[in-house]
């Protein structure tokens, strides 16, 4: 069949692609927390296969607020670094990069607005945490493949919780630096295992939990992300000032990358059961702004057929790298009403910024 392609002309023109931070509204307190939980390559077909699986329930089901984000970079189908910057910095910019603008200029992430404001910070993931979205937070390179500078950048910020994958790119380095002894001399407590973890009292805390990235759920990796997430909550919860924290569940991605549905769907259970151990806590809390979106839709999933019953699908895949399909965007607790409706990717860095009284003018 002969493709047609249509170019339409612009009717309208469309607003900055970059957001600017608008004071709270009379009478708005600021939030004391923000938790971004990021599903990396999780669009609706994810969370419907993860609904799915899991006999017709999901966390994410308890979230009323719910919107969509545009997920394009300088490129109409974006990447995990260029994705991964938007949400962390409000720039968009061009794939491959981290936490740099589209002329490669260093742009400061929410995570570094946060401790730059005294704030309590923290990273989880299911993946290296030197990987493109959560080094998009915390370091400013001009390609996300460059694991080892990206491992020294956490020497350069005052993060005070990450728990993932990597360890390699801290300890087993070509330069020969041994990265988790430079951690300890700077105070950290460094942990190979959760059970390490959960003996630890105060932050700061690098949890490196394998040599290059976590094992899969279908492996044997268990509870080890709502744990972590459990504990990088207590750890961070003692700062008066709050907190941020940015958690990935990074191998939705992967399943789709693989076309592989059942990948996909335990890793979005997965990931829906630290969605409910943050929920739990906002919701006694009060205080905690929770977002849960995607920086990308992975694998063009489609689902032909499936049985809530019995947990079957039946799927079908249009590609093995992600696509330009907007993702969704669920938000809870205090100014999550702000997140509704179609917006940029970018627009999420700014609306946190103002959830958390930050004026980026200043």
Known sequence: MKRVFYFLPVLMLSASITGFSSPLPKGEKPVRNIILMIGDGMGTSQIYAGFTVNRGHLNLERIKNIGFSKTYSTSYVTDSGAGGTALATGHKTYNGAIGVDAAGNPVKSILEWAEEKGKATGMVATCAITHATPASFISHQASRNDYEIIAADFLKTDIDVFIGGGLNHFKKRKDGVDLTASLRQKGYSVAFNIDEIKKLQQGPVAGLLDSVHEPRWLDGRGNLLTESVHEAIRLLSSDKD?????????????????????????????????????????????????????????????????????????????????????????????????FSGIQENTDIFYKMLDAFGFDNKK
């Open 242 to 338: 709050g907190f941020f924290l940015m958690i990935e569940g990074s191998q939705i991605d992967w399943g789709g990358h693989s076309n592989d549905i059942n990948y996909i769907a335990t890793e979005m259970v997965d990931f829906d059961k630290a969605i409910g151990e943050v929920l739990d806590f906002a919701e006694k809390n009060g205080e905690t702004l929770v977002i849960v979106t995607a920086d990308h839709e992975t694998g063009g999933l489609g689902l032909n057929g499936g049985n809530l019953e019995t947990g079957e699908i039946q799927a079908g895949f249009t590609t093995k790298d992600h696509t330009g399909v907007m993702v969704p965007v669920f938000s809870f607790g205090p100014f999550s009403g702000k």
